[in-house]
């Protein structure tokens, strides 16, 4: 079971935007982050909790172990108006979080 | 150009039944876990399982949601992956993706399908 906080945000350009992601149990760093833009497939951003994903801009990055995981945009810009899912991959069956949801005030 | 491509979507009446197909292609498909994932409208992403390859003999795994009603299958000589569906209720209704997994034993999502709807109405 995979919890992520907040549910939404709003922010401004340029500025830095954390989302946390909690599993009911120690996963380890068996963590991804996808973003889901408006009516497109999601796209992977980040593995292994902190392992950016080839052509991900670095300005996303992730941290955590166990239990707890962070997806942070240093400085938000307007083409990442999404929503961000967690998932975890440590044992069948994987899930994903219920999502965060960012856009811009 | 890797590519996934789903089919088999539509119009379904309430405890009928449906497969949806998943093409692959540009990729050693038979050297790849494959996954469902569904999507609402409106709502977030759901897992429901995956199938392992031969090395891993075939295994499958679903989401407790679907257990027992959903199967997934896969046949290699035709780069495709499925996922049959019984005993379908409203609350299926949803977008349906299938996604290749990085390593059999890395399930993190690497490639994604368009998805096809499923609609299940009387």
């Known amino acids: 079971q995979m919890t992520q906080s907040p549910s939404s945000l709003s922010a401004s350009v340029g500025d830095r935007v954390t989302i946390t992601c909690r599993a009911s149990?120690?996963?380890?760093?068996?963590l991804a982050w996808y973003q889901q833009k408006p009516g497109k497939v999601p796209n992977l951003l980040i593995y292994a909790a902190s392992t950016l994903q080839s052509g991900v801009p670095s300005r996303f990055s992730g941290s955590g172990s166990g239990t707890d995981f962070t997806l942070t945009i240093t400085s938000l810009q307007p083409e990442d108006v999404a929503t961000y899912y967690c998932?975890?991959?440590?044992?069948?069956?994987?899930?994903f979080g219920p999502g965060t949801k960012v856009d811009f005030k | 150009e890797v590519q996934l491509v789903e089919s088999g979507g539509g119009l379904v009446q309430p405890g009928g039944s449906l497969k949806l197909s998943c093409a692959a292609s540009g990729f050693t498909f038979s050297g790849s876990a494959m996954h469902w994932v569904r999507q609402a409208p409106g709502k977030g992403l759901e897992w429901l399982g995956r199938i392992r390859t031969e090395t891993n003999t075939y295994a499958t795994a679903y989401a407790a949601s679907v257990k027992d009603r959903f199967i997934i299958s896969r046949d290699d000589s035709k780069n495709t992956a499925y996922l049959h569906m019984d005993s379908l209720k409203t609350g299926d209704t949803a977008v349906y993706y299938c996604?290749?997994?990085?390593?059999?034993?890395?399930?993190?999502?690497?490639?994604w399908g368009q998805g096809t709807p499923v609609t299940v109405s009387s």
């Open positions: 998932q975890h991959y440590h044992s069948v069956p994987f899930a």
């Open positions: 996604a290749r997994a990085y390593l059999d034993s890395a399930a993190f999502l690497l490639v």
């Open positions: 149990q120690g996963i380890s760093i068996y």
